[in-house]
């Protein structure tokens, strides 16, 4: 039977990034995962809407929540940043009856839904270690991803309880994920850094320093390429790279994909991409 989950592709796949909406569905398919589609289902909140109004945020999450409920399945993502944010508020609102009283009193007003805390959030990286399994991924490889890859978890998944069997401190699934697929996993210190997303409008300097941090260390210790658990922080690391170079006035090119694009150009779909990529690491060089 396959495995079934409440999809929540995160923020920026409806967006900015729907490479990460284009991949996700065929490695679903590849990997027997169904994914049932939260249709209406609101951003987690990014770390950002807490910060105006936190009982607002818990109240969107919470009928997020129930909405997977009604389907009687947990919630998949494959956002680090919408993981943690889901993660934080379902344990928030399970650790404190009374408040979860008052948000299903505000839910059942306006949608006629009520959460009953029974459903977990899974990031895509540890239900494919923790439920599928890396000898799976192995056998459905086609294309092997053979480069020097820096894979990037970001903050908000690593927290303990939230990422699976994985170690919050010193994790390791993504390595494990990377070698399973072709590719040389790096040793890194800042994969589990911050790249400072949701401060981008209003500390551009800081979070552009930050990012070049990232990369630059990544890059010292021989990555061709970082492949992002994080969609929000692939944003920051990717689309912003030029203006973080200018900003430490150190060149620091290096081509930044999302977790399920790798899958995907592993897999065999999207092969003209795959194509772009092996191109463009060839030209940035090391």
């Given amino acids: 039977m396959p495995l079934k989950y409440a999809y ?15 991949t996700m569905f065929p490695i679903a398919r590849s990997l027997n995962i169904e994914l049932v589609s939260l249709d209406g289902a609101t951003s987690c909140g990014a770390g950002i809407m807490r910060q105006a109004n936190k009982r607002l945020q818990l109240t969107l999450n919470a009928r997020t929540f129930a909405m997977a409920e009604n389907h009687g399945l947990d919630i998949i993502t494959p956002c680090a940043t919408t993981s943690g944010n889901l993660n934080e508020d379902l344990k928030t609102l399970n650790n404190d009856p009374i408040l979860l009283a008052e ?36 056998s459905m490889v086609k294309n092997p991803i053979d480069f020097n890859i820096a894979g990037y978890y970001g903050p908000n998944m690593q927290q303990l309880g939230m990422c699976g069997g994985d170690n919050p401190y010193d994790p390791s699934y993504l390595e494990k994920l990377i070698k399973s697929v072709g590719g040389r996993p790096v040793d890194w210190d800042s ?18 320093k930050q990012s070049a941090n990232v990369i630059m260390d990544a890059k010292d210790e021989g ?45 065999g779909h999207h092969n ?14 090391n």
């Fill in 8 to 22: 929540h592709p995160g923020n920026v796949s409806h967006s900015s990034a729907p490479e990460v909406r284009d």
């Fill in 103 to 138: 948000v299903n009193k505000i839910l059942d007003k306006t949608c006629g839904l009520q959460f009953n805390g029974s459903i977990k959030v899974h990031h895509l990286l540890h239900v494919l270690v923790d439920e599928v399994g890396l000898e799976k991924v192995s």
């Fill in 191 to 208: 994969r589990t850094q911050s790249v400072g997303a949701p401060g981008l409008l209003s500390e551009e300097p800081t979070v552009l």
């Fill in 223 to 267: 990555a061709e390429i970082i492949v992002s658990a994080c969609n929000l922080s692939h944003t920051v690391l990717d689309v912003y790279q030029g203006k973080a170079s200018r900003q430490v006035n150190y060149p620091i090119n290096m081509p930044i994909i999302h977790m399920t694009e790798m899958l995907d150009f592993a897999f």
């Fill in 272 to 285: 003209t991409r795959l194509a772009q990529l092996k191109t463009r690491i060839a030209v940035i060089g």
